[in-house]
């Protein structure tokens, strides 16, 4: 695994609101601290497991229709990514550090419905 700490790099690559995104076995992290945060890491971790049930490429190219679809009808970019369903799912769940242990294939589908 990799680690890269860029403040503006994750302004950029995640609309501005978030601290840490994980791709391909780098984890983006906007401060030296988040490393240790049990409740970021489980978030990203609940990512890599979308990622994988969708063969990574996939998600990234499901996750922006999601964000365009909702920025559409919000027009609100925070709203936007609150709203997509993989953000939905992690948020919903990151603070269960067993959530991954019992979570079914493709439970983010549980999580979409109309914006």
Not at 18 to 38: A, D, E, G, Q, T
């Amino acid at each position: 695994m990799i680690i890269i700490r860029s403040h503006r790099l994750i302004e950029i690559i995640n609309f501005q609101f978030c601290k840490c995104h994980y791709f391909i076995s780098i984890y983006f992290l906007s401060s030296k601290y988040m490393k240790n945060n049990s409740r970021i890491i489980n978030h990203e971790r609940i990512h890599i497991r979308q990622q994988l049930e969708l063969l990574i490429i996939p998600f990234y190219i499901w996750y922006l229709i999601e964000f365009i679809i909702n920025y559409i009808k919000l027009k609100d970019k925070k709203k936007a990514y609150f709203s997509i369903s993989f953000e939905r799912e992690a948020y919903a769940n990151e603070n269960n550090p067993n959530y991954l242990k019992n979570r079914k294939i493709w439970a983010f589908v549980k999580f979409c419905s109309e914006v």
